[in-house]
Nanobody, 125 residues
Framework: QVQLVESGGGLVQAGGSLRLSCAASGHTFSTYAVGWFRRATGKEREFVASIRWTGWTEYADSVKGRFRLSRDSANSMMRLQMDSLKPEDTAVYYC???????????????????WGQGTQVTVSS
């Protein structure tokens, strides 16, 4: 079992930055692909970014060039650096871990078995 806890959300003005963190415990976190999803009010949960155990990353087109995902496997941490934030980035952000070790990155919410509780990010215009 993998437990995930997000932190770092908050309120920021458009153009600002935030850094989200996800702390993991349980299974050998370093071997799992992990990622971030977000859900805006009234919308479906959508993919943001994912990182493989090798460090390979995948990003949604809407955040490419603005967000950067990294992992610190030694400390079972994952971080999402979000720059040049826009009001449309406002959402609850969830970190997630894939269902199997040594998996590739994925933008499909159904490929993720473990989820955090979410952290609110609000970007004002």
């Amino acid at each position: 079992q993998v437990q995930l806890v997000e932190s770092g959300g908050g309120l920021v003005q458009a153009g600002g930055s935030l850094r989200l963190s996800c702390a993991a415990s349980g299974h050998t976190f370093s071997t799992y692909a992990v990622g971030w999803f977000r859900r805006a009010t009234g919308k479906e949960r959508e993919f943001v970014a994912s990182i493989r155990w090798t460090g390979w990353t995948e990003y949604a087109d809407s955040v490419k060039g603005r967000f950067r995902l990294s992992r610190d496997s030694a400390n079972s941490m994952m971080r999402l650096q979000m720059d040049s934030l826009k009001p449309e980035d406002t959402a609850v952000y969830y970190c997630a871990a894939r269902d199997l070790p040594y998996s590739s990155t994925s933008a499909d919410v159904h490929d993720y078995k473990y989820w955090g509780q979410g952290t609110q990010v609000t970007v004002s215009s």
